[in-house]
Nanobody, 113 residues
Framework: QVQLTESGGGLVQPGGSLRLSCAVSGNSRNLMGWYRQAPGKQRERIGI???????SYADSLKGRFTISRDNAKNTVYLQMNSLKLEDTAVYYC?????????YGQGTQVTVSS
């Protein structure tokens, strides 16, 4: 069973940057992605990354968020720049397996002045 552990969340001022990490135990070569869920809202997909380097993003986040991976370290990253108040959410790493999507426990990102 694949397990995902996110880290890197925290408090950041508007306009700032954060990089989230997702450590993958087990096979990390599958399609992976990042999601987020703000208070009172549905979980939304930020983007996905193939086993190589192909990425796809939600239109609203293109240009500010970047997903990358280091297969040698079994880690997927989410670089977030120019953060806005509305980016406050719990951020989840996702693994697309044969049986469905596996999520990590999430890491809180709070954007506040």
């Amino acid at each position: 069973q694949v397990q995902l552990t996110e880290s890197g969340g925290g408090l950041v001022q508007p306009g700032g940057s954060l990089r989230l990490s997702c450590a993958v135990s087990g096979n990390s070569r599958n399609l992976m992605g990042w999601y987020r869920q703000a208070p009172g809202k549905q979980r939304e997909r930020i983007g996905i990354i193939s086993s190589g380097t192909e990425t796809s993003y939600a239109d609203s986040l293109k240009g500010r968020f970047t997903i990358s991976r280091d297969n040698a370290k079994n880690t997927v990253y989410l670089q977030m720049n120019s953060l806005k108040l509305e980016d406050t959410a719990v951020y989840y790493c996702a693994y697309f397996g044969d049986s469905g999507i596996i999520y990590g426990q999430g890491t809180q990102v709070t954007v506040s002045s």
